[in-house]
C-alpha cells in the first residue's frame, strides 16, 4: 500500500474564506440598516469626504470583490489572494482617509438618544 500525499487548503485559509464570503454577505445589508438611521447618515456625511451614494458603492463592490476572491481562494487560484491583499491595502487607506475628528461627543449622544438608550448623567 502506498500512502499519497495530497494538496489539501489548509483549515485556517478555509474559515479566512468563509468569514470573508459571511461578511461580503452581510455588508450591504448594513445599507438597509442605515439608509432610515437619521444619525448614521449624518455621521456619514461628515466622516467622508464622498458622498453617500459613493460610499455605497463602495460598500457594495468590496463586497463583490470579497466573495470573488474568498470562492477563488477556496478555489486554489493564487491570484484571487493577491488581489485580495491588494484591494484591502487600497480600501485600508481609503479607511484611514476619513476625518474621524468629524464625529463629536454630540453625535455619539444623538445616536444614543436616537436608539432610546439613556446615559448616565457622568457621560452626558
Known amino acids: 500500500m502506498e500512502k499519497t500525499v495530497e494538496n489539501k487548503r489548509?483549515?485556517?485559509?478555509?474559515i479566512?474564506?468563509?468569514?470573508?464570503?459571511?461578511?461580503?454577505?452581510?455588508a450591504p445589508l448594513s445599507i438597509y440598516a442605515v439608509m432610515n438611521n437619521p444619525v448614521a447618515m449624518d455621521v456619514m456625511?461628515?466622516?467622508s469626504q464622498?458622498?453617500?451614494s459613493i460610499q455605497y458603492a463602495m460598500i457594495v463592490l468590496g463586497s463583490i470583490v470579497g466573495l470573488a476572491a474568498a470562492i477563488g481562494m477556496l478555489k486554489g487560484i493564487k491570484l484571487a489572494r493577491?488581489?485580495?491583499?491588494?484591494?484591502?491595502?487600497?480600501?485600508?487607506?481609503?479607511f484611514c482617509s476619513f476625518k474621524y475628528a468629524a464625529i463629536t461627543h454630540n453625535d455619539y449622544l444623538d445616536y444614543h438618544n436616537y436608539i432610546g438608550i439613556t446615559l448616565p448623567s457622568k457621560y452626558q
Open 10 to 14: 489548509p483549515i485556517l485559509l478555509t
Open 16 to 26: 479566512i474564506c468563509v468569514l470573508i464570503i459571511i461578511g461580503a454577505i452581510l
Open 50 to 52: 464622498l458622498s453617500i
Open 82 to 94: 493577491t488581489f485580495y491583499v491588494a484591494y484591502s491595502v487600497l480600501a485600508l487607506i481609503q
Open 45 to 47: 456625511e461628515k466622516a
